[in-house]
């Protein structure tokens, strides 16, 4: 199964509805990216995937204690997917974007951010042909708040510096161009 099988699809736009709070696409995404994950235990993505879709499954959960708990698990299998295939572009940039958005008071993820924000700006600058310029500056945006909340302002105002630089049209005050932008997560 490649993750052009149509299952994997439906199981990643539901994953992506979940990212945006549709509490009822993560039980679909989380239910799909089981079986998905339990058929290919050895596809890192889908690995991946799997392991976002438990963080957003243990946000959503109704109870603190279980939000904790259920959101390190899915972290627990980010960690170990990024430890097999540290160089899987995809797979960075979803631990990224999951380290970068949960709780840093819950999680104190914002370093590990830093560092796979920093890997994947670092690799588009080599090679700007492994994703979209538009992902450039969301990992960009991402990375100088990771920054801010690491109380490292002098550094996030460099990458909002390269931000600007790159597109000066870039509104830092609603963290999105002033033109219309696609959402990952």
Request: proline share 4%; no cysteine.
């Amino acid at each position: 199964m490649s993750t052009a099988h149509p299952d994997f699809v439906k199981a990643k736009q539901n994953h992506d509805k979940g990212v945006e709070g549709d509490e009822a696409a993560v039980e679909i995404a989380y239910q799909m990216f089981k079986k998905l994950q339990k058929a290919k235990p050895s596809d890192p993505l889908i690995q991946a995937y799997y392991g976002s879709t438990v963080t957003l499954v243990g946000r959503d959960a109704s109870k603190n204690k279980e939000r904790i708990k259920v959101a390190n698990h899915g972290l627990e299998i980010l960690d170990r997917v990024v430890n097999q295939v540290p160089n899987h572009i995809e797979v960075r940039l979803l631990r990224a974007y999951v380290n970068s958005r949960i709780p840093e008071k819950y999680f104190k993820r914002t370093d590990q951010a830093i560092e796979d924000l920093e890997y994947l700006k670092t690799r588009y600058e080599k090679d700007s042909s492994i994703f979209p310029q538009d992902q450039y500056e969301d990992i960009l945006y991402e990375l100088s708040n990771a920054y801010k909340r690491s109380n490292n302002s002098d550094q996030a105002k460099l990458i909002e510096k390269k931000l600007l630089s790159v597109n000066p049209k870039f509104d830092r005050s609603l963290g999105k161009k002033k033109k219309k932008r696609k959402k990952e997560g």
